[in-house]
């Protein structure tokens, strides 16, 4: 066969045990999930009521357009409804920047570590990938700027980053955006956005007017709770937006997806209470780093990442031993580190008291 020359060697996107799995494997009753940064708490009360009622035909066709979806996210954010892109999760928004922006001879600049679907997408247009080591766990937005070049088509800025978990101060934002010339696209990925708490973050949608060639990157995965529903957009220019749709597959939003986007969103109050109760939930795993003395990073995320001191690997499989699954930093060129998401304080308790014992039996602490 005639493979793009890309595809030899590649891998598919490793997405860690499924619990069913883990359980089986370890014989456990119970095993808590906190490796992929869902929300614990599940989604909003009025999503679960109107699924159990349900009605929907689902043998039609959804609305291409997400018309109710796209009218309900407009007013909410008071942008025009063609200054939005809808995508089957925000994966499906990288697929159609990275499909319509980058190719052989164009370059792509990404943090790193950072969200690997950037890397991966462009490696399957061919583009050249420029990673930029993170400065600790925080994007280095003037080498960033400075890796640019009249080759460049797309900057990725994860803020905050995943793995990390480092918001980006709105003062360095614009400082790195002043730099960036008009004809690079740069995305502001914002999955975290609504758990960010830090008081130099600002909202973000002006910077869309004033830097017509930003494209921020929204998900209802995270915080909203429906990472299975697979709904994010983005929110830019109209002329960027009309350039991107083209390349969108026609019907890459179900209707059921479309719906209880909508109703999620309607529901604040929820949302609200999820940030407040992962606050508590990130001061649970500060007080035992700072405890323990292990280097973390400010998150403004539903995530903490810190070194553990120990092999990560090792951390990650004794954890999965004792029920919780978590992301190793190997996988994330990060060793030493692990990636936690924040869980109810339930869970947060119990896993950090098996942590506690692991990295006392790995001889990181007496
Ligand atoms: C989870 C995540 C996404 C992908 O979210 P989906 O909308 O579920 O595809 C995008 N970017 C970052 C940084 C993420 O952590």
Same mark, same amino acid.
């Given at each position: 066969m005639k493979w793009k020359q890309q595809i030899h060697g590649m891998k598919a996107y490793q997405p860690g045990k499924p619990i069913a799995e883990v359980q089986r494997e370890f014989g456990l009753k119970e095993?808590? %999930?906190?490796?992929?940064?869902?929300? #614990?708490?599940?989604?909003? #009360? &009025?999503?679960?009521?109107? =699924? %159990?009622?349900?009605?929907?035909n689902h043998a039609i066709y959804p609305d291409g357009y997400a018309q109710n979806l796209r009218?309900?996210?407009?007013?909410? =954010?008071?942008? &025009?409804?063609?200054?939005?892109?809808?995508?089957?999760?925000?994966?499906?928004?990288?697929?159609? *920047?990275?499909?319509?922006?980058?190719? #052989?001879?164009?370059?792509? *600049?990404?943090?790193?570590?950072?969200? $690997?679907?950037?890397?991966?997408?462009?490696? *399957?247009? @061919?583009?050249?990938?420029?990673?930029?080591p993170c400065i600790e766990g925080a994007h280095d937005l003037d080498a960033m700027a400075a890796a640019i070049d009249d080759k460049t088509s797309v900057v990725w800025v994860c803020s905050p980053n995943n793995p990390t978990g480092v918001v980006i101060p709105d003062a360095d934002l614009r400082a790195f955006l002043n730099k960036v010339p008009s004809d690079v696209l740069?995305?502001?990925?914002?999955?975290? /956005?609504?758990?960010?708490?830090? +008081? !130099?973050?600002?909202?973000?949608? +002006?910077?869309?007017?004033?830097?017509?060639?930003? /494209? /921020?990157?929204?998900?209802? $995965?995270?915080?909203? !709770?429906?990472? $299975?529903?697979?709904? @994010?957009?983005?929110?830019?220019? +109209?002329?960027?937006?009309? &350039?991107?749709?083209?390349?969108?597959?026609?019907?890459?939003?179900?209707?059921?997806?479309?719906?209880?986007?909508?109703?999620? /969103? $309607?529901?604040?109050?929820?949302?609200?209470?999820?940030?407040e109760a992962n606050e508590k939930g990130k001061k649970q795993y500060v007080e035992f780093c700072e405890k323990h003395n292990l280097n973390y990073y400010p998150s403004d995320t539903n995530f903490i990442f810190f070194n553990t001191r120990a092999d990560s690997d090792?951390?990650?499989?004794?954890?999965? %031993?004792?029920?919780?699954?978590?992301?190793?930093?190997?996988? =994330?060129?990060?060793?030493?580190?692990?990636?936690i998401t924040i869980g109810t304080e339930a869970q947060n308790a119990a896993l950090l008291s098996h942590l506690e014992e692991v990295l006392k039996e790995q001889g990181v602490f007496a």
């Open positions: 095993v808590i %999930k906190l490796a992929s940064n869902e929300n #614990p708490f599940g989604c909003s #009360p &009025k999503v679960t009521a109107y =699924l %159990k009622d349900d009605a929907t009218t309900a996210v407009a007013d909410h =954010l008071g942008v &025009k409804e063609t200054q939005l892109l809808f995508g089957n999760g925000s994966d499906d928004i990288i697929t159609m *920047i990275t499909r319509a922006l980058l190719y #052989p001879g164009v370059n792509t *600049i990404m943090a790193d570590p950072s969200f $690997s679907q950037y890397w991966h997408n462009a490696e *399957i247009e @061919g583009a050249e990938i420029r990673k930029i740069v995305i502001l990925d914002e999955a975290y /956005l609504e758990y960010v708490t830090h +008081p !130099g973050h600002k909202e973000t949608l +002006p910077l869309i007017n004033e830097y017509p060639n930003v /494209l /921020l990157m929204r998900t209802f $995965s995270k915080a909203y !709770g429906l990472a $299975s529903f697979r709904v @994010g957009y983005a929110i830019g220019q +109209p002329e960027i937006i009309a &350039k991107l749709d083209p390349v969108r597959a026609p019907f890459n939003n179900t209707i059921l997806s479309q719906s209880v986007a909508a109703i999620a /969103l $309607s529901d604040q109050d929820y949302i609200k209470a999820c940030r090792v951390v990650f499989n004794e954890l999965m %031993k004792r029920g919780f699954i978590i992301r190793s930093g190997n996988a =994330l060129g990060a060793p030493g580190f692990i990636r």
